[in-house]
């Protein structure tokens, strides 16, 4: 029973960030002070998607909980989802797990054009670079 509960508590926080941020972005709410405008969200350009993921890690059971939203070049939530991912060894791959996650949620919607935006400057350096140990297993 405790179990179910921690995982629902992740879930319902995963769930805030994400509604703080859409009310953010909406105009709702603002703590645009707190950000540099470098890190606000921006839309695509039309005829593009943008995926943003996000991920939080629970060190003690060795898992993650992960988001994903999906909006158009108007700003506007197509799709959205939370996901639980047991046997995570790091934050890291928590981080890589949730980009799997967007990635895999654009290819099901069959989106051709897709700008997938997170914050894990880590795990984007990681794909990119030559030597994928760390992020093997998160790549398609």
Known sequence: MHERFCE????????????FRRR???????????????DRWRPPKQGFFKI????????K??????????RN???DILASKTMVHDNIPS???AEAAACLQAVTVGRD???KYVKIEGDSLMVIK??????KSAIGPYIL
Do not use: C
Request: charge should be negative.
């Open 8 to 19: 629902f508590h992740w879930l319902i926080v995963l769930m805030m960030i994400f509604w």
């Open 24 to 38: 953010e972005q909406t105009g709702e709410f603002t703590t645009h002070a707190l950000r540099p405008e470098s």
């Open 52 to 59: 943003n993921p996000d991920a939080a890690f629970n060190v």
């Open 61 to 70: 059971e060795n898992k993650s909980y992960s988001g994903i939203i999906v």
């Open 73 to 75: 070049f108007k700003g």
């Open 91 to 93: 934050g890291f791959a």
């Open 109 to 111: 919607l069959g989106m």
């Open 126 to 131: 990681k794909a990119q670079n030559r030597d």
